[in-house]
């Protein structure tokens, strides 16, 4: 099956910094969502991601769907301390009558006050 | 009204337990999924059902029984767990757009299941 590399696995940064990361993958997606979870919660979905080289915004975040279809990444600007949390990336593709979700490994993303 | 409710929060059970896990929405998406979370770690998904009829099963083993009463509700029936089956159990559900699952997939707040 597919296979996703997210990276970094985690991240310590100031706050006020800007963060990137990103999801490969040796398969085509035709879609890549990203996703934020905190301590005790579920999965809450960011942003999604339809075309290969769109680019998308919700606040402070900005993520791209590569043009290869291969990979995606998500920027956060000027972090906060409520950015803490593991972020996901996932890939979809069609497979029969279902869209199939594989997700990445995570980053863990910690904000130093 | 975007919101997968899931109770309870927290369960422990012991190994001849039999136990019951329950997640609704009513958002009108007639796909629901069951995921397995370990700590750190993406979810895996167990069972999708899709229009209340199961879809996809991961090889999930038996004392794990999925029932879909109807297209709100998502039950996970649990018996004869063993410690490696604790985890974050998490609900999810999606549209279902001319006979395909949407692939944008609304969490639940997750059951935290403690197996001793």
């Known amino acids: 099956g597919q296979q996703l590399n997210q990276s970094p696995q985690s991240m310590f940064i100031q706050e006020g910094e800007d963060v990137s990361m990103n999801c490969t993958s040796s398969?085509?997606?035709?879609?890549w969502l990203w996703y934020k979870q905190e301590p005790g919660e579920g999965p809450v979905l960011l942003i999604a991601?339809?075309?290969?080289?769109e680019l998308t915004s919700n606040g402070r975040l900005t993520a791209q769907f590569g043009i290869t279809r291969k990979d995606s990444f998500l920027n956060i600007s000027a972090s906060i301390p409520s950015d803490v949390g593991i972020y996901f990336c996932?890939?979809?593709?069609?497979?029969?009558?279902?869209?199939?979700?594989?997700f990445g490994s995570g980053t863990q993303l910690t904000v130093l006050p | 009204d975007t919101e997968v409710t899931q109770t309870p929060k927290h369960l422990v059970m012991g190994m001849t337990n039999k136990k019951s896990l329950k997640c609704e929405q009513h958002?009108?998406?007639?796909?629901m999924y069951w995921y397995k979370q370990k700590a750190k770690k993406p979810p895996e998904l167990m069972f999708v059902?899709?229009?209340?009829?199961?879809?996809i099963n991961e090889s999930v083993p038996s004392r794990f029984s999925p029932e879909c009463p109807n297209s709100s509700l998502l039950n996970l029936h649990l018996h004869a767990l063993q410690p490696e089956d604790s985890a974050l159990y998490l609900c999810?559900?999606?549209?279902?757009?001319?006979?395909?699952?949407?692939?944008?997939?609304?969490f639940g707040s997750g059951t935290q299941l403690s197996v001793l």
């Open positions: 991601l339809y075309k290969a080289g």
């Open positions: 059902y899709s229009y209340e009829k199961l879809s």
């Open positions: 999810a559900s999606s549209q279902v757009d001319m006979g395909f699952l949407r692939e944008k997939l609304f």
């Open positions: 398969s085509i997606f035709n879609t």
């Open positions: 996932a890939g979809a593709i069609s497979s029969g009558s279902a869209r199939q979700l594989t």
């Open positions: 958002m009108g998406h007639r796909a």
